[in-house]
């Protein structure tokens, strides 16, 4: 293997994880507070890239500058985040928080089936284009190698995400609110701590983080109907491997898999997903929880 191959399965690879990290990190986190294995997360996803083209071609249409439409991406995650994950909190998952996991799921794939045909009687069939960010920041040369600069953004996005979710978590009187009903429901419930409000702000926050995944991915690719699919599953093998409601863990588990899915597709194309999951089951094999699977606390 080259230098100049190396070096793009390198930036391949991390741009991949980086918006895949963004996805997961929303899954996790859900998770590790809620204790909610959400398979609608993938709606988030998808809802938040519809609605970023949509409003980014809405946008330019108007005659407002390429320039602007990263303004587009930030509505798109907020009104997906706010609106849809404050309706799918309040009118199913409050009704699930204490059945078994697996009606949990049940409901959540039946979500996740009718929110995929909503998209299509409000967006169509038809699929859209917004790669107007994109050509708005240019290109760059890299060793030898032209990259977009928006690709290199996605890098930096995940590394902010990342940072903000630290500083929440250990910095602020909510994280160690989020902390308390992650380790005991029950006795953050007797001390005052108001577990419903907290449960609402945390999957608000979840849904906000995949549809930004879902939104900053969309001047990339094509949004069509059933895009979502591949990276939510994919999402579903890193919260596997780095451990379900590890933070730490999405990262590194973001990390693996992107490198090994741009290690496949460079040099294996024909087993670009069998990589992913074969890493999976390795980890499983060994560590059946993921590397990071947070301590379960037991009650005596």
Known sequence: MDF???????????????YLFIVSVGL??????????????????????????????????????????????????????LVLGYLVERCVLRYMYERD??????????LFLILEDAILLIFGVDPYFADQPMFALGSIDIGGITRTVYGLTMIAVA???????????????WGRLLIAVIHDREMS???GINVKRVYIVTFILGAMLGALGGAYVAPTI??????AVDVVV????VVAIGGMGSIPGAIIGALIVG???????HNFPQVELFVVFAVMAIVLVFKPEGLFAPERSRKI
């Open 259 to 265: 490198i090994a899915r741009a290690i496949a597709v």
């Open 159 to 173: 590394i902010v995400v990342g940072i903000g979710l630290w500083l929440l978590l250990t910095k602020t009187t």
């Open 28 to 81: 996790t986190l859900v998770f590790g507070v809620m204790k909610i294995l959400n398979v609608a997360h993938a709606n988030f996803y998808a809802w938040g890239a519809y609605m970023a083209a949509w409003l980014i071609g809405r946008w330019t249409n108007m005659g407002f500058s390429e320039g602007s439409t990263f303004l587009m991406i930030a509505v798109a995650t907020i009104v997906v985040g």
């Open 222 to 227: 094509s949004v069509a109907p059933g895009f």
């Open 101 to 110: 996991e697996v009606v949990t799921v049940l409901a959540t794939f039946a």
């Open 4 to 18: 100049n191959t190396a070096l793009t399965i390198l930036i391949d690879g991390l741009e991949f994880s980086s």
């Open 234 to 237: 994919l999402s579903f093998a």
């Open 189 to 191: 419930i007797s001390m």
